[in-house]
């Protein structure tokens, strides 16, 4: 090639690129932190068992530029475990952020996402979901495996005496939350999360509804076999995400079904991204090699970027260590036992 050839093809290079520019916005700027209530938002609607995550903290972000208008944003943000359940109606705005010294659950996830006409649309993400070592404790709770068969049988024990308790209305046991048990003198005493589903029961046999308008609810329950009390908040109707995949069928727990990987302490973030933009992603999230394509979800920008609070919740605890974007209280209403 010629010495005109090389140059027009400098030349024809140099436009491209500067045409493309990659923008390195501050982490808490409102871009960023509307592209992090996005990516929250469309991660929880892929999560289909276990809980809720909240926004902690945006870790990087930058924005690749095109003249088009089509851009795109590559975040690393690191989300953390909160009390209410997936199936949980409460927007994630109300939920608790779990507190680090009941063995808080971690997720940091790098999410690909496309900013056209002013909506974000999330086209890949990967996640990596781990336990917080920190502020354990020497005779605290320590979380024990969602397969472990004592701590099982104080589940049955709890729902039994709940549902002693409700009228013209019985429950079984939809899904494990979490288990743990602490240590005191004369044995193990257990607490444990759980979500219970209307059910229709012959004799000692109950089939659980399966049926949207089916009531469930998560319970907390503690104490021992013969003695423990139990607390469920009920939620009539199921929350629903224009993201999420179908919701997993009806499941028992003592069938294994639930948590293939056996010794399973608490629910994953869904692994999931597209191969197709990997290269866009870091390794820090690698965490299997499940490949699934990822079905886009377009989110409206400002609606994600301010979710709507209860202006009447309570004060997060101030002992708490970390500081998630948003962070109240849950209500809503409880039979207590």
Not at 138 to 158: E, I
Request: proline share 7%; glycine share 6%; charged share 15%.
């Amino acid at each position: 090639m010629n010495l005109l050839g090389i140059t027009v093809v400098l030349v024809l290079l140099a436009g491209v690129w500067a045409q493309v520019s990659v923008l390195r916005p501050q982490c808490d700027s409102p871009e960023a932190e509307e592209a992090a209530l996005v990516a929250q938002d469309y991660l929880n609607g892929q999560h289909v068992h276990g809980y809720k995550y909240a926004l902690n903290r945006i870790e990087d972000i930058k924005i690749i530029t095109k003249p088009d208008g089509d851009n795109t944003y590559i975040l690393e943000v690191d989300l953390l475990e909160t009390n209410c359940h997936v199936l949980d109606p409460t927007p994630v705005a109300n939920c608790t952020v779990r507190p680090k010294i009941l063995t808080a659950v971690e997720g940091d996830c790098d999410v690909v996402l496309k900013k056209v006409g002013g909506a974000l649309t999330v086209t890949a993400f990967k996640c990596k979901t781990e336990e917080s070592t920190e502020d354990l404790c020497l005779g605290c709770p320590t979380l024990l495996p969602l397969n472990d068969t004592s701590a099982l049988d104080f589940v049955h024990a709890s729902l039994a005496t709940f549902n002693n308790m409700t009228v013209d209305v019985t429950y079984t046991l939809l899904e494990v939350g979490r288990m743990s048990s602490q240590i005191v003198s004369g044995g193990p005493i257990y607490v444990a999360e759980y979500v219970v589903v209307e059910a229709n029961c012959t004799d000692d046999v109950c089939v659980p509804l399966n049926d949207a308008m089916a009531v469930r609810g998560i319970c907390s329950a503690s104490g021992l076999n013969a003695r423990h009390s139990v607390d469920c908040k009920m939620f009539s109707t199921l929350v629903k995400y224009s993201a999420a995949p179908a919701l997993p069928p009806l499941v028992n727990v003592h069938t294994g079904s639930l948590s293939p990987k056996h010794g399973l302490r608490h629910h994953k973030l869904t692994t999931i991204h597209d191969p197709e933009l990997s290269g866009l992603l870091s390794a820090e999230s690698a965490e299997s090699a499940e490949v699934v394509p990822v079905a886009p979800a377009v989110v409206d920008a400002a609606a994600a970027a301010a979710p709507t609070a209860d202006p009447a919740a309570p004060v997060a605890d101030p002992s708490l260590k970390f500081c998630p974007i948003h962070l109240c209280v849950q209500g809503g209403s409880t039979f207590q036992i």
